[in-house]
């Protein structure tokens, strides 16, 4: 098998997956995963669609992380995963979309509008 390529999304981080067979390594930006997210739910968050599947031995995972916070690149790496898992096997495909990792979280920040401090706040209103 050669290396599956996908794409994760969420908010406005994206994550390029490349997942090849290996021995569990998942690299994010040319750092290991416990040094890129220090914390020990965003590595399980990334790591679910793996555990799910019970596959997180089997595979070497690079991703290329751009755009967002914490949460969301986190999120977006998760969303790749699935995909990529998907492509490697299509009998992953209802244990992942059961659990929800299939799903591509369509919230996004609203714009700010002109003539107001924000997206739906406004300025304090005065009477006289």
Same mark, same amino acid.
């Given at each position: 098998?050669?290396?599956?390529n996908?794409?994760g999304?969420?908010k406005?981080?994206?994550?390029?997956?490349?997942?090849?067979?290996?021995?569990?390594?998942?690299?994010?930006?040319?750092k290991?995963l416990e040094?890129?997210?220090?914390?020990?739910?965003?590595?399980?968050?990334?790591?679910?669609?793996?555990?799910? &599947?019970?596959?997180?031995?089997?595979?070497?995972? &690079?991703?290329?992380l751009d755009?967002g916070?914490?949460?969301?690149?986190?999120?977006?790496?998760?969303?790749?995963?699935?995909?990529?898992?998907c492509?490697?096997?299509?009998?992953f495909?209802?244990?992942?979309?059961?659990?929800?990792f299939?799903t591509?979280?369509?919230?996004e920040?609203?714009r700010?509008?002109p003539?107001?401090?924000?997206a739906?706040r406004?300025?304090?209103?005065?009477?006289?």
């Amino acid at each position: 098998m050669e290396v599956v390529n996908t794409v994760g999304r969420r908010k406005a981080a994206v994550a390029r997956v490349f997942v090849k067979p290996g021995k569990g390594e998942i690299t994010i930006n040319r750092k290991s995963l416990e040094v890129y997210f220090p914390l020990d739910i965003l590595q399980f968050q990334v790591k679910q669609p793996l555990l799910a &599947t019970n596959t997180a031995e089997n595979y070497d995972i &690079t991703i290329n992380l751009d755009g967002g916070g914490i949460k969301g690149q986190a999120e977006a790496a998760r969303l790749g995963i699935a995909r990529a898992l998907c492509e490697i096997d299509a009998e992953f495909r209802p244990v992942l979309k059961k659990n929800g990792f299939l799903t591509r979280d369509p919230r996004e920040v609203e714009r700010k509008k002109p003539g107001q401090p924000g997206a739906r706040r406004k300025f304090q209103f005065s009477k006289r």
